[in-house]
């Protein structure tokens, strides 16, 4: 794809980052993340009395010839997790604006590479119109990571796209075993926050990533414009307009969209959910992993 940001110094990068999950989340065994239940690793946690049923060979000897009480050891529980990454393809997140889709694209793949660079599975799920369509299947290790992203570059973005039917229809969202990301503009007239409150009843740790471009961050237009909608088929929608931009209406605009980011925020407090902006005018790399150490996702 032209203009992606996807190449072998961009990865390198992402090499000595990982991503943070909750302890309590529950997953496989065999991954890196140290859980809150006990377990089978070298690391030492704890004891507890022996009870009847109890592995012996946990017992500790020196101190049952101390105490003369048998006391087991425990030792620190690790398990794989399993990332899914919702990535909106509608018209807006990218058909008029291939910086958009591109950096959209390269925020997936990073995040991606973050899980399988630890050990853990990634999923990327493509939300088209009502569905979510996952032509990769579950990627386990970087070799099947790699054969992916060269097919995930060619994404196209068209159409409309409903976060929520999507989401809640997936055959595969999992349950307490990880994170999901939501990568969108969450310019959409469909209520997107039910399929964040499905996936929080589901024990899914949830992220929201917003990507936006400097024209729906601070747009500059005035004089008279044609405005059409990006997801729009229809040549006379009614959603398309003509008309004489002024400052008033520019003063408008952003105050909804600070008044729809602040909804946003709001709303993701509300649920333990992470939600960050990234803007596509400013380095991949500084957005992203400064956004992400913020909110605790990155270490």
């Known amino acids: 794809m032209k203009g992606s940001y996807l190449n072998d110094a961009f990865f390198s990068r992402l090499e000595t980052l990982a991503l943070n999950l909750r302890t309590d989340l529950a997953g496989f065994f065999g991954g890196k993340h140290l859980v809150k239940t006990y377990g089978q690793t070298v690391e030492f946690a704890d004891y507890r009395e022996y009870m009847l049923g109890d592995d012996i060979r946990r017992i500790d000897w020196n101190l049952y010839s101390r105490f003369e009480k048998y006391f087991l050891k425990l030792f620190t529980d690790e398990r794989q997790m399993h990332v899914r990454i919702f990535l909106d393809c509608s018209a807006s997140m990218g058909r008029t604006s291939p910086q958009k889709g591109n950096y959209a694209i390269a925020v997936a793949a990073a995040i991606g590479f973050l899980a399988v660079h630890n050990m853990d599975k990634v999923s990327f799920q493509l939300i088209k119109g009502d569905r979510a369509e996952n032509p990769f299947g579950t990627i386990i290790g970087k070799n099947g990571f790699f054969r ?3 097919e995930l570059e060619n994404v196209t973005f068209e159409g409309e796209a409903d976060l929520s039917a999507a989401i809640t229809s997936c055959p595969d969202q999992g349950s307490n075993d990880g994170l999901t990301v939501i990568i969108s503009d969450f310019f959409s007239e469909h209520d997107w926050k039910k399929a964040v409150d499905y996936l929080c009843y589901k024990k899914r740790q949830v992220m929201l990533i917003q990507v936006l471009t400097p024209d729906e961050a601070d747009p500059e237009y005035n004089g008279r414009i ?5 997801e729009s088929e229809i040549v006379d929608d009614a959603r398309n307009l003509r008309l004489r931009v002024t400052r008033g209406m520019l003063d408008a605009y952003n105050e909804a969209l600070k008044d729809m980011m602040g909804d946003i925020k709001s709303f993701s407090a509300s649920r333990g ?11 991949i790399e500084r957005m992203l992993f400064g956004e992400l150490l913020k909110v605790g996702v990155m270490g």
């Open 273 to 283: 959910v992470d939600y960050i902006t990234l803007h596509t005018d400013k380095p």
């Open 148 to 150: 992916a992203i060269g």
């Open 226 to 230: 044609h405005l059409v909608d990006a």
